[in-house]
């Protein structure tokens, strides 16, 4: 049976009710027991936690949530103003100099605005709760050139950030056209100066500058035999450099060129010469030494293929093609001007590839007025192709079919 008798009013209710007010009510930092009463509010029998008389107002407290940088910083400034003050030195009277020590750099308040350390994005890696040491602080504007900042997976204004720009953004490539050889060798000439043939100190260059430099003398001296650098030396250090200093001068060097009927460009002649220009003897000497090792190595960088390994392998069709070439350039009496026939191929191959394409080739030599047949080019045109270059063609190992001696083109003097 049910207990009979007038129930309490103060049930177990009302005290699951103060205890939840208690909680999330009860001021921090205080040393005094809330105490409730009862009030009437909307004629509604409610308990309403008093504050005493002695006790000053307090600002609502804001909820505490994982992330504590996602708050807004004007919330503490209550705190900031009460508990957070910079130490005084009391022991410190200069009236020009701040005296307050600072707090640390990473302290989370609102006085902390230092603009110089950027938030560690990177830190940042795969859980955004994990930790909030690296998130980025709620910084003012103070300096120029600074942006918003948003951390990653947040939006609005309220959890902007603003950074120096400087910090994250790199300077952007620009697209610059690269030179072609033409204008990369006379970029090279200009660093010499004006009425001079070598500069004072030598020319520097970069690595790829260097590197484009060999390719260039590499594809200038092709017929250029590396066994005639020995034969250079040894000729200037009987004649000019008896003592072997290793210097000579500029004109000896572009004598014994001369002299050995070697085809040296003489731009490139002279920009090869800035390079090693001694700085402390007179201003036309160059280190010859040095020098001729440049050009062995750009030689050694050209992969010079012999014509007469690939002409001459199969089963007798490259030797009836260059018998039937030799009858009709004999059977017509025509002489080939090797000199002209070479520079118009020279003018076409822009890029010093030695490589054309076949309307190319079929053009100069119509224009030459080769007395070849269409089909006898096309033919020569497929024993002649790039192997590493598609739809190109060696119009060198073409010289060589017509100069009726395969080595020939390589004894001929520009």
């Not at 942006?147 to 300077?171: A, D």
């Not at 290793?246 to 572009?254: I, K, N, P």
């Not at 002649?269 to 040095?290: D, G």
């Amino acid at each position: 049976m049910p207990k009979l008798g007038r129930r309490s009013e103060f049930t177990e209710l009302d005290h699951l009710k103060m205890a939840t007010l208690t909680a999330s009510t009860a001021p921090y930092g205080t040393n005094f027991t809330p105490t409730f009463s009862p009030r009437i509010i909307g004629s509604n029998f409610v308990t309403v936690l008093d504050r005493p008389l002695n006790i000053g107002k307090h600002e609502k407290v804001q909820l505490i949530s994982e992330k504590p940088n996602n708050l807004d910083p004007r919330a503490l400034t209550d705190f900031s103003r009460k508990y957070n003050q910079p130490y005084k030195d009391p022991f410190h009277n200069n009236k020009w100099h701040n005296n307050s020590i600072t707090n640390r750099p990473d302290s989370k308040d609102i006085f902390s605005k230092y603009p110089r350390l950027a938030p560690k994005e990177g830190n940042r890696i795969k859980n955004l709760q994990m930790s909030t040491v690296f998130e980025p602080e709620a910084w003012t504007q103070s300096q120029n050139g600074l942006s918003e900042f948003l951390p990653r997976g947040m939006s609005g204004s309220t959890s902007s950030v603003l950074v120096n720009e400087s910090t994250f953004n790199t300077p952007s490539v620009t697209n610059r056209r690269e030179l072609d050889i033409p204008e990369f060798r006379q970029k090279l000439l200009s660093q010499i100066p004006r009425g001079v043939v070598l500069p004072t100190v030598p020319i520097v260059l970069s690595a790829s500058e260097e590197a484009k430099l060999l390719q260039i003398l590499a594809t200038e001296l092709y017929s250029f035999d590396p066994e005639l650098l020995r034969d250079i030396y040894i000729n200037i250090s009987n004649t000019v450099d008896k003592h072997l200093t290793g210097y000579c001068h500029y004109q000896d060097l572009v004598r014994v060129f001369y002299r050995m009927s070697l085809r040296f460009p003489p731009d490139l002649l002279q920009i090869v010469a800035a390079l090693f220009v001694n700085t402390l003897r007179n201003q036309a000497q160059v280190n010859y030494e040095k020098f001729l090792s440049f050009v062995g190595a750009a030689l050694k960088k050209n992969v010079r293929e012999n014509p007469a390994n690939m002409l001459y392998i199969g089963d007798g069709g490259e030797v009836k093609l260059f018998r039937t070439v030799a009858e009709q350039l004999t059977s017509n009496e025509f002489i080939i001007d090797y000199q002209k026939l070479i520079g118009a191929l020279q003018s076409a191959d822009r890029s010093r590839s030695n490589a054309l394409t076949a309307n190319q080739i079929k053009t100069i030599c119509f224009q030459q007025r080769i007395p070849i047949q269409e089909s006898l080019v096309n033919s020569l045109l497929q024993k002649c192709e790039d192997s590493r270059r598609y739809d190109l063609y060696k119009w060198v190992h073409i010289i060589c079919f017509f100069s009726f001696e395969l080595d020939s083109f390589f004894e001929i003097k520009y």
